[in-house]
Every structure is written in C-alpha cells, then in structure tokens.
C-alpha cells in the first residue's frame, strides 16, 4: 500500500496524470473520441464512460478550486499598497502682462501650498 499512497492511487481507477491528460483530451473531443485517442497513442484501453467519469471529476475539482480562489479573494484585505498618499493643494492662476513693445500675453503661475 505505500506505494499506491506514493502514487495517490487510493480510490482511484486512473493515475493523476492519466486524469491529466484524459482531463484535456475530454474538454477537447468527445468522451469516445478521447477514449479510442489513448487507445491510439498510448494503448491505453478505457470506455467512454471512464473517460466521462474521470472527465467530470476532474471539473468538479477544478470548479472546487476556482469557487475557494474565489472565496479568498473576496476575504482578503485591501491595504494601500505603500505609504499613506500625501495630499497636495495647487494653485494656479493667469495674469496679461504688458511688454515694452505694445504686446499683452497671458503668463501663468501656480505654487504648492
């Protein structure tokens, strides 16, 4: 038994990364397709509904972890990121200034308080 611990094979018709990869060709193809694909590629002989079971349990845990990512997510504490902001006033205004020429413009001028 130590061994099918190692491996996480306890309860399980399928090693974790067969749920992998029957997890990824099943969202892709259909549940006989994906079946007759392993059989294919790497001789592996599983009927669709193995294929449909292992499919499904492995959505119910990826919806398990996505609803508790979730859950964190929304209980955590928002905290500024750094220091308290600091609040700046300004100030800003526009004169016409007169040259020596005869022309005005608008020169503006602002300071922080």
């Given at each position: 038994?130590?061994?099918?611990?190692?491996l996480?094979?306890?309860?399980?018709?399928?090693?974790?990364?067969?749920?992998?990869?029957?997890?990824?060709?099943?969202?892709?193809?259909?549940?006989?397709?994906?079946?007759?694909?392993?059989?294919?590629?790497?001789?592996?002989?599983?009927?669709r509904?193995?294929?449909?079971?292992?499919?499904?349990?492995?959505?119910?845990?990826?919806?398990?972890?996505?609803?508790?990512?979730?859950?964190?997510?929304?209980?955590?504490?928002?905290?500024?990121?750094?220091?308290?902001?600091?609040?700046?006033?300004?100030?800003?205004?526009?004169?016409?200034?007169?040259?020596?020429?005869?022309?005005?413009?608008?020169?503006?001028?602002?300071?922080?308080?």
């Amino acid at each position: 038994m130590p061994l099918d611990e190692q491996l996480e094979l306890i309860g399980r018709a399928v090693t974790p990364r067969l749920q992998r990869v029957i997890g990824h060709l099943a969202g892709h193809l259909s549940f006989g397709v994906a079946a007759q694909t392993l059989a294919e590629l790497q001789q592996i002989e599983l009927n669709r509904e193995v294929v449909r079971q292992v499919a499904e349990a492995s959505g119910a845990q990826a919806l398990a972890w996505e609803r508790a990512e979730e859950t964190r997510y929304r209980q955590r504490e928002l905290r500024p990121a750094g220091p308290t902001p600091k609040t700046w006033i300004i100030e800003c205004d526009g004169k016409h200034v007169g040259f020596q020429d005869g022309r005005w413009q608008e020169v503006e001028s602002g300071s922080d308080l």
